[in-house]
């Protein structure tokens, strides 16, 4: 097999990465050393840099795959031992001269790196923490630095990775371990929930240490993420959205991010040919924002689904609010913020406004709509000094009223 110069290798490894959402460099916090000041690349939280993969995608991490060879045969995966792509493997020593070329010439603020399973899992660990240690050790970066951890991995190497990664992450892969038996039968669900408990504890462990003494050193402190796919087997929204939840109570996520399964050539007729439409992933990441920022409980923005699956033209919170009419309309002078939070078209930062504002003086319909997303969408579920929605919050066409109408995209 002909070998690949590093640019070869550049294009396949960042093409091969695109499948993994979990890249987010949100949380991170700038890395000081108060030994060694200085250091290369210690993100400010201000301006983010970009990078252009081979596709043309934007990004703002090296997002990057030390190798797609597997030893593992996961049906929904492009990189499966069975699958008929072109193969690369970097060096840690050419991710890491990569790493700094593009930093050094403002084109990323960090890494994220993940890998293909070879040999072993600790073989494969042992290569991405050689990558970070080189990074942080041999040439004082202060990057932001995303480790994908694998779950067999000896935890020696995890406690390795969290010294010199901002945040850590492990794949759950399939919402139900029903499903990752049936498409990743040489994964089990029982080694990565396990794993991750493992990381949630000595994540638990390191906040301690931090809180007796601020020179205790550092344990990812970014967190630790996952990722699930979605579309894959079938399963509703209400699945997903139970086990993100899950995910979020037992083993203190940062965050759980939604890929949609997307077909790959060759793969197994137990797939669906199509991929689901990129409104559900979005939907997801709604409802998500409704747990963990507004104050719903999951049962209550399942409850809004109808078969279990999120209405693709109402986004989750409007949907919960024409279905609980009866908790409308809120005045906006008088409510308390969790039941402001909760009015469709206000979001976080519009009600702080709106309890800043209304210290000063009473609210009226226009100077609420001036922080709103929507002020048509708005309207039906509060009260104001001049307004109140009357009848029309009972109407049986309300949520065609405020539903927002079908755009025609542009074509260039």
Same mark, same amino acid.
């Given at each position: 097999?002909? %070998?690949?110069?590093?640019?070869?290798?550049?294009?396949?490894?960042?093409?091969?990465?695109?499948?993994?959402?979990?890249?987010?460099?949100?949380?991170?916090?700038?890395?000081?050393?108060?030994?060694?000041?200085?250091? &290369?690349?210690?993100? $400010?939280? !201000?301006?983010?840099?970009?990078?252009?993969?081979?596709?043309?995608?934007?990004?703002?991490?090296?997002?990057?795959?030390?190798?797609?060879?597997?030893?593992?045969?996961?049906?929904?995966?492009?990189?499966?031992?069975?699958?008929?792509?072109?193969?690369?493997?970097?060096?840690?020593?050419?991710?890491?001269?990569?790493?700094?070329?593009?930093?050094?010439?403002?084109?990323?603020?960090?890494?994220?790196?993940?890998?293909?399973?070879? %040999?072993?899992?600790?073989?494969?660990?042992?290569?991405?923490?050689?990558?970070?240690?080189?990074?942080?050790?041999?040439?004082?970066?202060?990057?932001? &630095?995303?480790?994908?951890? &694998?779950?067999?991995?000896?935890?020696?190497?995890?406690?390795?990775?969290?010294?010199?990664?901002?945040?850590?992450?492990?794949?759950?892969?399939?919402?139900?371990? $029903?499903?990752?038996?049936?498409?990743?039968?040489?994964?089990?669900?029982?080694?990565?929930?396990?794993?991750?408990?493992?990381? %949630?504890?000595?994540?638990?462990?390191?906040?301690?240490?931090?809180?007796?003494?601020?020179?205790?050193?550092?344990?990812?402190?970014?967190?630790?993420? $996952?990722?699930?796919?979605?579309?894959?087997?079938?399963?509703?929204?209400?699945?997903?959205?139970?086990?993100?939840?899950?995910?979020?109570?037992?083993?203190?996520?940062?965050?759980?991010?939604?890929?949609?399964?997307?077909?790959?050539?060759?793969?197994? !007729?137990?797939?669906?040919?199509?991929?689901?439409?990129?409104?559900?992933?979005?939907?997801?990441?709604?409802?998500?924002?409704?747990?963990?920022?507004?104050?719903?409980?999951?049962?209550?923005?399942?409850?809004?689904?109808?078969?279990?699956?999120?209405?693709?033209?109402?986004?989750?919170?409007?949907?919960?609010?024409?279905?609980?009419?009866?908790?409308?309309?809120?005045?906006?002078?008088?409510?308390?913020?969790?039941?402001?939070? %909760?009015?469709?078209?206000?979001?976080?930062?519009?009600?702080?406004?709106? &309890?800043?504002?209304?210290?000063?003086?009473?609210?009226?319909?226009?100077?609420?709509?001036?922080?709103?997303?929507?002020?048509?969408?708005?309207?039906?579920?509060?009260?104001?000094?001049?307004?109140?929605?009357?009848?029309?919050?009972?109407? $049986?066409?309300?949520?065609?009223?405020?539903?927002?109408?079908?755009? !025609?995209?542009?074509?260039?």
């Amino acid at each position: 097999m002909a %070998r690949l110069d590093i640019t070869k290798k550049l294009a396949v490894l960042a093409d091969a990465a695109k499948y993994d959402a979990s890249c987010a460099s949100s949380g991170a916090k700038p890395r000081k050393d108060p030994v060694k000041p200085g250091g &290369i690349g210690s993100i $400010t939280g !201000q301006g983010i840099c970009h990078s252009y993969a081979p596709d043309g995608r934007c990004i703002s991490l090296l997002k990057l795959l030390l190798t797609n060879h597997c030893i593992y045969d996961c049906l929904y995966c492009v990189n499966r031992a069975s699958s008929d792509v072109q193969r690369a493997r970097f060096t840690p020593e050419e991710v890491v001269q990569l790493t700094l070329d593009f930093y050094r010439r403002n084109y990323i603020e960090g890494l994220f790196l993940s890998s293909g399973i070879i %040999r072993s899992p600790d073989y494969t660990m042992e290569q991405l923490v050689r990558v970070a240690q080189l990074l942080r050790e041999e040439h004082g970066f202060r990057g932001y &630095i995303h480790l994908k951890t &694998i779950p067999d991995a000896d935890p020696n190497l995890i406690e390795q990775a969290g010294r010199y990664a901002d945040r850590l992450s492990i794949n759950v892969e399939l919402p139900k371990a $029903t499903s990752l038996e049936k498409l990743a039968p040489q994964k089990q669900a029982g080694t990565i929930r396990k794993a991750m408990g493992g990381l %949630r504890l000595r994540l638990d462990e390191a906040e301690d240490e931090r809180k007796r003494s601020r020179r205790a050193p550092a344990f990812a402190p970014a967190g630790q993420s $996952t990722q699930m796919i979605v579309g894959a087997d079938g399963e509703k929204d209400s699945d997903i959205l139970a086990s993100s939840a899950n995910l979020y109570s037992g083993y203190k996520l940062k965050r759980v991010y939604y890929s949609a399964y997307s077909p790959i050539p060759g793969s197994s !007729q137990s797939l669906p040919a199509r991929k689901p439409p990129l409104m559900r992933e979005h939907r997801l990441y709604q409802a998500d924002w409704l747990y963990r920022f507004y104050g719903f409980a999951m049962d209550e923005v399942v409850g809004a689904t109808d078969g279990g699956m999120l209405d693709l033209d109402l986004d989750p919170k409007l949907a919960w609010a024409l279905r609980n009419r009866q908790r409308f309309p809120i005045d906006v002078n008088t409510a308390s913020r969790e039941e402001l939070l %909760r009015v469709p078209g206000l979001g976080v930062k519009s009600v702080d406004r709106i &309890i800043d504002i209304r210290r000063l003086t009473t609210m009226r319909l226009d100077d609420v709509a001036k922080l709103a997303r929507s002020a048509k969408v708005l309207r039906p579920f509060v009260t104001a000094l001049d307004w109140t929605p009357g009848a029309s919050l009972d109407g $049986t066409h309300l949520a065609r009223a405020v539903k927002r109408p079908a755009e !025609q995209l542009s074509l260039f």
